[in-house]
């Protein structure tokens, strides 16, 4: 007797196969892999962001579109500082290994028309928003004409995914493999908040950190967080563009 689960089946009605390209099928893949072998957990915070944005505003006037700084650039420069202070999120788990890795590579996830890729870019460490935000150009040009190079593709420390752009309030992402730690920023939004016993109206944004917990722990991730939130609310010298300091905490564009 036949076995009937080896014969063809008829579609159901309503329904219709859609095949997958290989982007597809890798981060298929490679997602299934991170979530079945990686024990994540998450942490989020909620970061004032009127400074910083006071600070793109300002990196931007007189810049041509095509020029322009970005938030993201923003929020790499704020990452990798981070990473430096907090070098165990730089790293990668190699079988029952983990390696910290002196470089620093942030991967940014970049949305194309058949999946998500997340490239890196390398040397962040000492690399300034401006040169970060000309990088950054350069790696979407790269990534959407299919031009990257190795080392983008395979190099990544860290992963940050940005969905500021979109209505989006928070989200957790999944680490990429072998990395162990990626950060979700969503969009910001005006939110009342107390102040001095007063109630003000500040710029929020959620940032959400993923991370391995065979290699970082809650109170690791909770410090991580905290450096991060400093930085971004209180810029000073790393948020300099065009030889200008950015604007303090509370201080509006």
């Not at 997340?118 to 790696?139: H, K, M, N, T, Y």
């Not at 400093?230 to 948020?239: C, V």
Request: overall charge negative; charged content about 25%.
């Amino acid at each position: 007797m036949s076995d009937p689960r080896a014969e063809p089946r008829e579609p159901l009605e309503g329904r219709h196969p859609v095949s997958q390209g290989p982007m597809r099928r890798a981060i298929a893949r490679r997602m299934t892999e991170s979530k079945r072998q990686a024990p994540h957990f998450y942490l989020s915070t909620e970061v004032e962001m009127d400074a910083m944005l006071a600070a793109v505003e300002q990196a931007n006037e007189g810049r041509q579109r095509e020029e322009r700084v970005t938030v993201t650039s923003f929020l790499v420069r704020a990452v990798a500082l981070t990473l430096v202070d907090h070098p165990a999120f730089n790293a990668v788990w190699n079988g029952d290994d983990i390696e910290q890795v002196e470089a620093i590579n942030i991967g940014v996830a970049i949305a194309l028309d058949d999946g998500l890729i997340a490239p890196a870019l390398l040397d962040c460490r000492e690399r300034g928003v401006a040169d970060l935000a000309a990088g950054l150009s350069g790696l979407v040009e790269r990534t959407r004409s299919g031009r990257l190079r190795a080392a983008e593709v395979a190099e990544g420390t860290f992963t940050l995914s940005n969905l500021g752009m979109f209505e989006v309030t928070a989200f957790t992402a999944i680490i990429t493999p072998p990395q162990v730690a990626i950060l979700a920023t969503a969009r910001t939004v005006e939110r009342a908040v107390v102040r001095d016993g007063e109630i003000v109206v500040r710029r929020v944004m959620v940032a959400t950190l993923s991370s391995d917990h065979r290699v970082v722990d809650g109170a690791g991730a909770a410090r991580f967080l905290g450096t991060l939130k400093d930085l971004i609310e209180s810029p000073g010298g790393w948020a300099q563009v065009n030889g200008a300091t950015a604007p303090q905490a509370g201080v509006q564009a």
